[in-house]
């Protein structure tokens, strides 16, 4: 038996010590595979790493701040010595720019008034960082059978839904901050996507839904194992999967 065959499958997870992205590693590692919990600060890292072994699962902490990239590619070289390839990348870490208030608080980020250095933060982390850490890690991804990409988006980042003036979203104050970047995360998804399908490399963006967390001050009506059960499903898709595409738990959304 090839050693591609018999080799663990390997998941690193951005933003995973607490929330929607520790919830999708418990999920991973449930399904018996080697989670990376990535995540800034080395000690949350390690004791969510130490609660899933302690579950059961095969767990290890991976300092990354993706607005940093030196700890990308450290992180990358980490994961190469140890693993020599990389099965699924799930880019997770986020931020609002609004700090812990529900999206209905977050007057903010009104394009007239937003302040542009709260752009660049949010931007930095929700559309660069993307980047940062997509292609640190794909010449490790390039060495799996079956490489997975998922980006964790939201459905304020769609067009569509977000300009409907009856749609879900219509009540909730203008952004110039969180909410584009994650319409240009979408568009990035998109890109990778379209450069990386002829790899087998599948690169799909995903939207937990309102869940229940700290960036929204648990506002949210889902529990964040439910959030996370689509990013589980985009980064366990087969080879005949979709790619540059857009789910929730329901199914496709529009861009």
């Given at each position: 038996m090839s050693e591609h065959?018999?080799?663990?499958?390997?998941?690193?997870?951005?933003?995973?010590?607490?929330?929607?992205?520790?919830?999708a590693a418990e999920q991973l590692a449930a399904l018996g595979m080697t989670v990376l919990v990535g995540a800034r600060d080395p000690r949350?890292?390690?004791?969510?790493?130490?609660?899933?072994?302690?579950?059961?699962?095969?767990?290890?902490?991976v300092t990354l701040d993706v607005t940093h990239h030196a700890t990308t590619r450290e992180a990358a070289r980490q994961i190469e010595e140890r693993f020599g390839h990389l099965d699924v990348l799930i880019n997770n870490a986020g931020i609002t720019g609004s700090g812990q208030v529900s999206p209905q608080d977050a007057y903010d980020?009104?394009?007239?008034s937003v302040d542009l250095n709260m752009v660049r933060e949010v931007f930095e982390t929700n559309v660069f960082g993307v980047i940062a850490v997509t292609n640190a890690?794909?010449?490790?991804?390039?060495?799996?059978?079956?490489p997975r990409i998922v980006n964790v988006s939201s459905a304020a980042g769609s067009?569509?839904?977000?300009?409907?003036?009856?749609?879900?979203?219509?009540?909730?104050?203008?952004?110039?901050?969180?909410?584009?970047?994650k319409?240009?995360?979408?568009?990035?998804?998109?890109?990778?996507a379209h450069e990386l399908r002829k790899e087998g490399i599948l690169v799909n963006s995903a939207d937990p839904g309102y869940v229940d967390t700290e960036i929204n001050n648990h506002s949210g009506h889902l529990t964040v194992a439910q959030g996370a059960a689509i990013l589980v499903r985009l980064a366990t898709?087969?080879?005949?999967?979709?790619?540059?595409g857009f789910f929730s738990q329901f199914g496709p959304l529009p861009w």
């Open positions: 065959v018999t080799r663990q499958r390997v998941a690193l997870i951005t933003g995973a010590n607490r929330g929607i992205g520790r919830a949350r890292g390690e004791e969510a790493a130490i609660a899933l072994r302690a579950a059961g699962g095969n767990a290890h902490a980020q009104v394009p007239s890690m794909l010449p490790l991804l390039r060495r799996s059978l079956a067009l569509a839904i977000a300009s409907a003036t009856d749609g879900p979203l219509a009540g909730l104050p203008a952004s110039a901050a969180y909410t584009p970047s319409t240009a995360l979408n568009a990035l998804t998109v890109q990778y898709f087969g080879a005949d999967g979709p790619t540059g």
